[in-house]
């Protein structure tokens, strides 16, 4: 009950009330609004929730000329904060919040309007309702040869004698594979699926160009990329629309972060499991 007190008053601070001692419209105050409006206009889906990626800010003249001086990476960070509190509320989006201002000469001052704008998301992806292709219809391509592990080997230690020692069960100079060494390869397991991934990684997304395609308007085309390191496997967001967690943490675009073996791997509320290959 004194939630419901606090957010009623809240709501007149910055509406009625604010409005009669407010002469213009803020950015703080856009960002709030556009945010209650992507709250207010989400859709229900079967198993997700969309918001809309498109909104149209309505000024007062004066408060329209005034904000655009301010430049556009204005609409920028508006509309980074619409993609950040849809991530945080789990909401779908079909495309990344694109906010666009107008004039609306009806309006008075320190007055504004937001229409949030839906689009059919399959619309938007024409390529989304076919089913994912094997990978054997494409031309076949050589299988190529194991990739040797990189970096610098360490030479077995000589004995005083100067001869080589042999290790237990083996040869001299005979390569032991390391314990808890990294997969040399991963496997995507999505709804029963299975998608393999090589010595060399790839790219998972919606276009058929990836090497893991998962047919779903949630996925940007190129969403995210798995790759080998020194260290181990890492995966990296490609700057999708609906973000890359793994095992219930963010990845920023741009910072790859570690994968490993039996990690769960969310693509905006798309989830797969992360295996070591064969």
């Not at 419901?4 to 601070?13: F, T």
């Not at 906010?99 to 000469?105: F, I, K, M, Q, Y």
């Not at 309007?113 to 839906?118: F, L, M, S, T």
């Not at 700057?239 to 910072?255: A, F, K, L, M």
Request: neutral net charge; proline residues 12%.
């Amino acid at each position: 009950m004194l939630r419901d007190i606090e957010s009623k008053l809240a709501g007149l601070v910055e509406g009625t009330f604010g409005r009669l001692f407010r002469s213009e419209v803020t950015p703080a105050e856009l960002a709030r609004g556009l945010a209650r409006e992507m709250e207010a206009t989400r859709r229900q889906g079967l198993d997700r929730t969309w918001a809309a990626h498109r909104y149209d800010v309505y000024l007062s003249p004066d408060d329209h000329e005034r904000i655009l001086r301010l430049g556009p990476s204005l609409l920028e960070e508006l509309s980074n904060h619409l993609l950040v509190h849809a991530r945080e509320q789990r909401y779908a989006l079909a495309h990344t919040p694109v906010v666009r201002l107008h004039r609306g000469d009806e309006l008075p001052p320190s007055r504004y309007g937001v229409a949030a704008i839906h689009e059919d998301p399959d619309a938007a992806a024409p390529d989304a309702a076919a089913p994912s292709q094997p990978r054997q219809a494409e031309p076949a391509a050589p299988i190529p040869a194991p990739r040797q592990p990189t970096g610098p080997v360490a030479e077995p230690r000589r004995a005083r004698s100067g001869r080589v020692p042999t290790p237990p069960g083996g040869a001299p100079g005979a390569a032991r594979p390391r314990a808890g060494a990294p997969p040399r390869s991963l496997v995507v397991v999505l709804e029963g699926r299975r998608e393999p991934l090589g010595p060399d990684g790839g790219v998972v997304g919606r276009s058929r160009e990836c090497d893991v395609v998962i047919a779903s308007a949630e996925v940007s085309r190129r969403h995210c990329e798995i790759r080998p390191g020194r260290d181990g496997w890492t995966i990296d967001d490609l700057g999708s629309t609906n973000g890359v967690v793994v095992d219930g943490v963010p990845v920023q675009p741009g910072r790859p972060a570690p994968l490993r073996p039996g990690a769960q791997l969310e693509l905006g509320t798309i989830v797969a499991r992360v295996e070591a290959g064969a």
